[in-house]
């Protein structure tokens, strides 16, 4: 199924999917943070999600749609999508093909061999990542587990909101970050779908702001040269993800990665639990609106931890 | 009251105390790290605590025994004490003279200040501490809130283990720090009124391994010179803390602050959290331990998450 999501049922069906397979991810809050953002904060604790990111959400439930006799998949990846595909495989009985540029951190390597995965290296550049894919497909018959430009994706990704909304369900508005746009556009019809018009924002990194420049002219921006430490969110916004975000966003919101760190050390200190740099992002942008939010019920999707510890910026 | 605990009574008496002031601590549990270590550890997560240590435990209880015209209060301390003591005036409406050397990390010194407590900067050696103090208890009439050698302390300390068997009942073991040695007698007390039978052991760093020096003497080492990177447990063990332990502990096991260090490093990459590196030293323990325990039940306290983030050491 790749259709548009245009009810409530694909999205309730991943959430009865992925019920028994992902146990759900504990809500914290602190009254120290609150006083300083002077709202009420809600942060979901993807960081804490089987893989270490919410990528572990649509990896399984895509891989749960496929038939049996799917027994090879593949993608490519250097980050958390890799990791949640070689799981998701080994889950199912699966062989995992990753796809990985070779200057990828050893330790992400490390963490996709763990999960099972075979990982296979190239040059560091897309036409390298889709061509050493192609070649593996053709060789292999392997199905490709789309990153977030698939309805099914979309639909995995949605229960992390959905989630939320179980636990807290009086949110004035959630907030998430956007790269490729799989978490924002599930998201966006959780929200449609499971709440009584909470408004949804997003934040992103100034340098890689597709996104923000794509919903200020109306038209998706399909290349940029990102530069920024939120490595998570160096991707270009996805066809289906911008179909969606371009209705129902609230807002795009652009941050500094010096904010982004600030926000992250934030987090570090007062919450005790490690957040990889892209996760702060949208903790970053509502400090830049919190005024608008003042005395209101905030709730943020914290999507990873997957850090290099020798890397941390401060 | 500061008579030796002979009975279940104080330990409950606490527990039902702090019971509707502390909201339960997670335990939290990696299928990654159960693989690694060989056992099935569940991790009781006080880096999540109020003021982020364990220590907020026995200072709010024994804060709650001081009698209503007691409005000033004072201790010394170069870490978390100090903000526990601090934090539980603020909640009883007590004023808080926290004596800190004046080496103390900043971000420590602002971390009381928070609370609302006053910081009285010594020189940093235990003479000027307790000499500063006592000018400080004539001048006020404060009453002085002992860190770990006091009854009411060791009871305060012992609703960590309790909370832990009450969510946990069937652990084979359970893991502490030592350091003054208020949460080791505490935890040691709750195995004996709580469990049936579980062992209590403590990891201790090798460069103040006075506990373990005086458990294996039969007499308690009153001073040493402390050479350890976990600056919670550079404190001598009190005589009380010595009375339960040297009756009752299974067996104490020092650990080089380079173990410390790596299983701090396993803590954030596979449980996403922050902890401090005194935290870390039962795991540390643990691994060296870990065929021993093969397949079993094994609990670790995890103590605080107060760690100066750009003094991180990986």
């Given at each position: 199924?790749?259709?548009p999501?245009?009810?409530?049922?694909?999205?309730?069906k991943?959430?009865?999917t992925?019920?028994?397979?992902l146990?759900?991810?504990?809500?914290l809050e602190?009254?120290?943070l609150?006083?300083?953002?002077?709202?009420q904060?809600?942060?979901?604790?993807?960081?804490?999600?089987?893989?270490?990111?919410?990528?572990?959400?649509?990896a399984?439930?895509f891989?749960?749609?496929?038939?049996?006799?799917?027994?090879?998949v593949?993608?490519?990846?250097?980050?958390?999508?890799g990791q949640a595909?070689?799981?998701a495989?080994?889950?199912?009985?699966?062989?995992?093909?990753?796809?990985?540029?070779?200057?990828?951190?050893?330790?992400?390597?490390?963490?996709?061999k763990?999960y099972?995965?075979?990982?296979?290296?190239?040059?560091?550049?897309?036409?390298?990542?889709?061509?050493?894919?192609?070649?593996?497909r053709?060789?292999?018959?392997?199905?490709?587990?789309p990153?977030?430009d698939?309805?099914?994706?979309?639909?995995?990704?949605?229960?992390?909101?959905?989630?939320?909304?179980e636990?807290v369900?009086?949110?004035?508005?959630?907030?998430?970050?956007?790269?490729?746009?799989?978490?924002?556009a599930?998201?966006?019809?959780?929200?449609?779908?499971?709440?009584?018009?909470?408004a949804?924002?997003?934040?992103?990194?100034?340098?890689?702001?597709?996104?923000?420049?794509?919903?200020?002219?109306?038209?998706?921006?399909?290349?940029?040269?990102?530069?920024?430490?939120?490595?998570g969110l160096?991707?270009?916004?996805?066809?289906r993800?911008?179909?969606?975000?371009?209705?129902?966003?609230?807002?795009?919101?652009p941050?500094s990665?010096?904010?982004?760190?600030?926000?992250?050390r934030?987090?570090?200190?007062?919450?005790k639990?490690?957040?990889?740099?892209?996760?702060?992002?949208?903790?970053a942008?509502?400090?830049l609106?919190r005024e608008r939010?003042?005395g209101?019920?905030v709730?943020?999707?914290?999507?990873?931890?997957?850090?290099d510890l020798?890397?941390?910026?401060?």
């Amino acid at each position: 199924m790749n259709e548009p999501i245009q009810s409530i049922r694909p999205l309730q069906k991943a959430r009865a999917t992925l019920r028994p397979l992902l146990p759900p991810t504990p809500v914290l809050e602190s009254q120290g943070l609150n006083a300083l953002l002077g709202c009420q904060v809600f942060f979901k604790c993807e960081n804490f999600q089987k893989t270490g990111s919410f990528k572990a959400r649509g990896a399984r439930f895509f891989m749960a749609q496929l038939p049996p006799r799917v027994n090879t998949v593949t993608t490519h990846s250097s980050g958390n999508h890799g990791q949640a595909v070689a799981w998701a495989a080994r889950e199912t009985g699966r062989r995992a093909l990753i796809v990985m540029p070779e200057n990828a951190p050893a330790v992400k390597m490390a963490a996709v061999k763990d999960y099972g995965g075979e990982v296979h290296q190239c040059a560091p550049n897309q036409a390298a990542r889709e061509s050493l894919m192609a070649q593996l497909r053709d060789q292999t018959g392997a199905t490709f587990i789309p990153p977030y430009d698939h309805w099914d994706t979309i639909a995995g990704q949605s229960t992390c909101a959905q989630e939320l909304l179980e636990e807290v369900p009086d949110l004035d508005c959630l907030w998430t970050p956007v790269g490729g746009g799989g978490l924002l556009a599930g998201t966006l019809l959780a929200a449609k779908y499971f709440s009584g018009g909470m408004a949804v924002y997003a934040g992103e990194p100034e340098g890689a702001d597709d996104a923000y420049r794509s919903i200020r002219s109306g038209v998706r921006v399909s290349e940029q040269t990102p530069d920024t430490l939120a490595d998570g969110l160096r991707t270009t916004l996805g066809k289906r993800n911008f179909e969606v975000i371009k209705q129902r966003v609230a807002d795009i919101i652009p941050v500094s990665d010096a904010d982004t760190v600030a926000a992250m050390r934030l987090v570090y200190e007062r919450l005790k639990i490690v957040i990889e740099p892209s996760c702060a992002v949208p903790l970053a942008a509502l400090r830049l609106a919190r005024e608008r939010w003042a005395g209101k019920r905030v709730g943020i999707l914290l999507t990873g931890g997957n850090v290099d510890l020798s890397q941390l910026p401060f």
